[in-house]
């Protein structure tokens, strides 16, 4: 039952790959945003670079806004959860949101464990820096990993950098002996099989 769950959930991520997922902060610019061809939008009360450089603590964003906007459009409404947050999540899940973002980019809850996403119907969308993280990831139960930018700027050449890293350590994989990869799991810190399905298909599970 958990894997077909997880399945039917990487299945629902595959529908926003190619797609543009936008920013909102109202139900106005969701629809907006709808209009313009976004074919997810992402549910923000403010821009939470901007409430770190303030000082403050940047969480979860009001249910009740992000009600507002899963009421004003038709396309999936995202949300983020704070890293190793799961009463956030749980909240979010309870409020029938279609993705759930465990961000880097809010205050992290956790600063060392993520969320056990395995015990969660909704999929999950997770950042990652190289293939390691993105491997981790998965293992929790991630069903979407997408690369981390320098948060509120727009400056996408760390994503660039984290995209390239990915890429080269998984041609790298694709070219090691069975007894290398067993080493590479333990370097990457990923049980076996996940590192042998990347090793052979050339790509994340």
């Known amino acids: 039952m958990l894997n077909e769950r997880y399945s039917l ?5 595959q529908m926003l790959k190619g797609g543009v997922i936008m920013d909102v902060t109202t139900p106005e610019q969701a629809r907006i945003a709808q209009e313009a061809g976004a074919c997810a939008v992402m549910a923000l009360e403010r821009i939470p670079a901007d409430i770190r450089a303030a000082g403050g603590v940047s969480r979860m964003s009001d249910p009740k806004m992000i009600r507002g906007i899963q009421n004003a459009v038709s396309i999936p409404v995202m949300a983020k959860c704070r890293i190793g947050h799961f009463i956030e999540a749980q909240i ?16 992290p809850a956790d600063d060392r464990y993520h969320i056990d996403k395995t ?3 909704v999929p999950f969308v997770c950042g990652a820096r190289d293939l390691g993280e993105a491997l981790r990831r998965v293992n929790e139960g991630a069903s979407m990993i997408r690369t981390k930018g ?6 996408i050449v760390q994503a ?6 990915m890429q080269q350590e998984i041609r790298r994989l694709t070219s090691m002996s069975k007894d ?26």
């Not at 959930?9 to 991520?13: S, V």
């Not at 660039?160 to 890293?165: A, C, I, K």
């Open 9 to 13: 959930n990487k299945q629902l991520a």
């Open 92 to 107: 979010l899940e309870a409020i029938e949101i279609d993705y759930i973002d465990e961000s880097e980019v809010l205050s």
């Open 119 to 121: 015990q969660f119907n």
């Open 150 to 155: 320098e948060p509120g700027t727009g400056d």
């Open 160 to 165: 660039v950098r984290h995209m390239r890293m």
């Open 180 to 205: 290398e990869l067993f080493d590479a799991a333990k370097v990457l810190q990923v049980p076996y099989e996940l590192v042998q399905y990347v090793a052979e298909n050339g790509k994340l599970p």
